[in-house]
Antibody, heavy 120, light 107 residues
Framework: EVQLVESGGGLVQPGGSLRLSCAASRFTFSNYWMHWVRQAPGKGLVWVSRINGDGSSTNYADSVKGRFTISRDNAQNTLFLQMNSLRAEDTAVYYC?????????????WGQGTMVTVSS | DIQMTQSPSSLSASVGDRVTITCRASQSISSYLNWYHQKPGKAPKLLIYAASSLQSGVPSRFSGSGSGTDFTLTISSLQPEDFATYYCQQSYTTPRVFGGGTKVEIK
């Protein structure tokens, strides 16, 4: 079964850092754009960042630009999100998601999510 | 950034009802519009991509229409497993903005 599994969430103090991982299985990871999407408690979905197949192109939401870094290790089939200078408003469930091929351009596979709580 | 506005924000319906949710983009996005639903505590699931294409494995009671700025998701006969929150998303450009969501509740 095609699968994404996130890890690395937890409780961190404001100003701290956290690195999320997303392990991919059962598909050719390097062929796909990958995204991070977050959801604050009781709120809607918010797109965070994306990276292309070989890692050479990235984009970020304005709210995280300069603080978060997306990367990938295609040899290990793993996507990362390095989060620095964390704020209370970054508290959310973070999902990784696969973008389908160009004809789809939608997020066809999602991980189960990992919770990040920023609090003192 | 393109803004995505869904309506209504919530609705109550009965099993068997026909349900329609609308999504409006702040500028033309051609047919780059996707629909997802999400159940509590679960990840979102793709239902419709490119405005009207049914994702593999999704029941045919779900359909999508529209282009440009106005889009519609229709559930032809609501089933118990369809009670969830529905989100539209534009994939015309980055950032890939989602609508605010429509919560479909049991009447």
């Amino acid at each position: 079964e095609v699968q994404l599994v996130e890890s690395g969430g937890g409780l961190v103090q404001p100003g701290g850092s956290l690195r999320l991982s997303c392990a991919a299985s059962r598909f050719t990871f390097s062929n796909y754009w990958m995204h991070w999407v977050r959801q604050a408690p009781g709120k809607g979905l918010v797109w965070v960042s994306r990276i292309n197949g070989d890692g050479s192109s990235t984009n970020y939401a304005d709210s995280v630009k300069g603080r978060f870094t997306i990367s990938r290790d295609n040899a290990q089939n793993t996507l990362f999100l390095q989060m620095n200078s964390l704020r209370a408003e970054d508290t959310a469930v973070y999902y990784c998601a696969r973008e389908g091929f160009s004809g789809v351009r939608a997020f066809d596979i999602w991980g189960q999510g990992t919770m990040v709580t920023v609090s003192s | 950034d393109i803004q995505m506005t869904q309506s209504p924000s919530s609705l109550s319906a009965s099993v068997g009802d026909r349900v329609t949710i609308t999504c409006r983009a702040s500028q033309s996005i051609s047919s780059y519009l996707n629909w997802y639903h999400q159940k509590p505590g679960k990840a979102p699931k793709l239902l419709i991509y490119a405005a009207s294409s049914l994702q593999s494995g999704v029941p045919s009671r779900f359909s999508g229409s529209g282009s440009g700025t106005d889009f519609t998701l229709t559930i032809s006969s609501l089933q118990p497993e369809d009670f969830a929150t529905y989100y539209c998303q534009q994939s015309y450009t980055t950032p890939r903005v989602f609508g605010g969501g429509t919560k479909v509740e049991i009447k």
